[in-house]
């Protein structure tokens, strides 16, 4: 019986129920005993025994009933049975077993009481303490794993021994969606989109939420780059379809970068890398697209943290250097400004093109320190330029988003260095929809100053004038590709540009085409209605020192033109 017992206790599933039928089952061997004793020899010492069973009652039983039950039942067996024998038998054990009974059942009601409170309030804890982890590693919006829980489930799906891909997933234009229509429309777009995404999978694959607008997909299972392909295609197509969402439609795009674990690898932190970078040239090349990870951009990649060792070590006053493009103004027929360019002399990598370090710097957090030393440096040669000369610099979202950034900024404007209405601050369309209503407050800010925005790289992305108006522009540059649509497509390009320059003049700002490399090219530009070029047929980015002698070039070659005239 003991054997069978410890059995039972050993397994796992052994619940309340079990352990309360293991003790009614001891408790009615012991009084079957007593039973069988009393039997044997019918006199009262034996009644004892009996008395004794309210204490093992006590000591055994799992739950009130059995303790009530058992001692019910030995009360009830010793009373009748010293009601039996001769003598004042039955008013000594009548007082002793109700004594026993009660103190018994009294004693051990209370102590189970405090243990079930104990254990009542473990059991709480234990709950709280695991719905405390749950919300640590679950998103509470989509109840998806979160970006601390994707160890986990990246962990897990490693373990399966299969082939691991994942998918990070990024939206698009989400910034500006919730900018427009606020934060609870924001949060049903992301419910909606974790569910088109989920929608898209298959049993056994997760759905993470890493950030605000992004996502993962962990596919623990074999699948070749055509079926990859097909698989992104289709959750870009499913995020692509317009959202409806309390009668408001809203429309987002969406890029994915997937990346392959062998299963063999076992490294799902660095399949995770793989696709992230994978995601971020999806956004640079392939908006709305999908890319898979490859060997050209494991060397890129590794290209880049090459970059970042080396940004993060460079004396930006030392090693960055600026060179200046000239804007030229078809209506005055000469130059009326120049876009200021950083170029970096690593000591290390030599040098190195913006398309690299900017971008490097923007991941690495540097892009403050960047922007500080080109606007001085730019402001300090742009002194000694004539009044009417402008200068132009770029500003990336995280100048925007940054507040030392800003205050870095607007001290130089202050400064007086040159006059705030020289000043061209450029941003792209990006950096518009990063934060609508943070970046439209800064921008307001610095044209307070008197500084001018310019929109940069005007068609590369997903602008609409529907909300530029909202922003204080004063100049709209297009994209070099409606200029390299010319060559190709006269009509079609022209048109576009057209289109532009008109919308441009509707508004009251300048637009610029940049990009004019050809005589070509600026006639069809000039015909487009465009009044501003920037590209090389003007003139190639200069160092400083070159432009008071083109600019002298420039003057002597106007008089000339206008003497012959």
């Not at 039928?21 to 061997?29: E, R, T, V």
């Not at 402008?390 to 507040?403: C, F, I, T, W």
């Not at 532009?500 to 005589?519: F, M, P, R």
Request: glycine share 6%; charged share 20%.
């Amino acid at each position: 019986m003991a054997l069978f017992c410890r059995h039972l206790l050993g397994r796992r599933q052994a619940g309340f129920v079990q352990l309360e039928l293991i003790g009614a089952l001891i408790l009615l061997l012991i009084y079957a005993n007593c039973c069988k004793l009393l039997a044997v020899d019918f006199a009262p010492p034996n009644l004892t025994y009996f008395l004794i069973l309210f204490i093992l009652t006590a000591a055994i039983a799992i739950s009130i009933r059995l303790i009530v039950t058992l001692c019910s039942l030995a009360l009830v067996t010793t009373l009748a049975a010293a009601w039996a024998m001769a003598g004042n038998t039955f008013a000594y054990y009548a007082f002793a077993s109700l004594a026993a009974a009660v103190a018994a059942a009294g004693t051990a009601i209370s102590t189970r009481r405090s243990v079930l409170g104990v254990l009542r309030a473990r059991m709480t804890a234990d709950h709280l303490r695991h719905e405390a982890e749950q919300r640590a590693i679950r998103d509470p919006l989509t109840g998806l794993p979160n970006r601390d829980g994707f160890a986990a489930v990246l962990a897990e799906a490693a373990g399966h021994g299969a082939d691991l891909h994942v998918a990070a997933i990024g939206l698009e234009r989400f910034a500006l969606v919730k900018d427009l229509y606020g934060y609870t429309l924001g949060d049903a777009l992301v419910l909606e989109a974790s569910r088109r995404i989920l929608a898209c999978s298959r049993p056994g694959d997760r759905v993470v939420r890493l950030a605000t607008a992004e996502f993962a997909l962990v596919i623990p299972r074999p699948l070749d780059p055509a079926a990859l392909e097909e698989l992104g295609r289709s959750i870009c197509e499913a995020l692509h379809a317009p959202f409806d969402l309390s009668g408001t439609s809203v429309s987002v795009t969406a890029s994915i970068g997937f990346s392959h674990d062998p299963a063999d690898a076992g490294n799902p932190v660095r399949v995770y890398e793989q696709a992230s970078h994978a995601l971020y040239r999806a956004k640079r090349s392939a908006r709305g697209g999908v890319v898979i990870f490859s060997p050209e951009h494991e060397r890129e990649r590794r290209r880049i943290v090459e970059l970042e060792q080396a940004i993060r070590n460079a004396d930006f006053d030392r090693e960055i250097s600026v060179v200046f493009q000239p804007q030229y103004d078809l209506a005055t027929g000469r130059t009326d400004g120049f876009e200021a360019l950083a170029r970096w002399q690593s000591p290390v990598l030599g040098a190195v093109s913006p398309a690299e370090f900017v971008s490097v710097a923007e991941r690495a957090g540097l892009m403050e320190q960047l922007t500080a030393a080109v606007l001085r440096k730019a402001l300090t040669e742009a002194a000694s330029w004539p009044e009417h000369i402008g200068l132009s610099v770029n500003l990336s979202a995280l100048d925007l988003m940054s507040r030392t950034s800003m205050e870095n900024i607007i001290r130089a404007v202050e400064s007086g260095t040159i006059a705030a209405d020289r000043l061209i601050f450029e941003i792209t369309e990006t950096v518009m929809m990063r934060d609508f209503l943070h970046v439209r407050d800064v921008l307001f800010r610095l044209a307070g100053l008197g500084c001018r925005i310019a929109l940069d790289d005007f068609g590369s992305g997903y602008s609409s004038f529907a909300y530029i108006h909202r922003f204080p522009l004063h100049r709209v540059k297009t994209d070099r590709s409606f200029v390299l649509r010319l060559q190709d497509e006269e009509e079609i390009g022209r048109g576009i540009l057209k289109t532009i320059a008109d919308l441009c003049t509707s508004l009251g700002v300048e637009c610029l085409a940049e990009g004019v490399e050809t005589e070509r090219e600026l006639r069809l530009v000039e015909e487009a209605g465009v009044k501003r070029i920037q590209g090389y047929h003007f003139g190639r980015p200069m160092r400083a020192a070159e432009i008071p002698a083109y600019l002298s070039a420039e003057r002597a070659f106007s008089k000339g033109s206008a003497a012959r005239g």
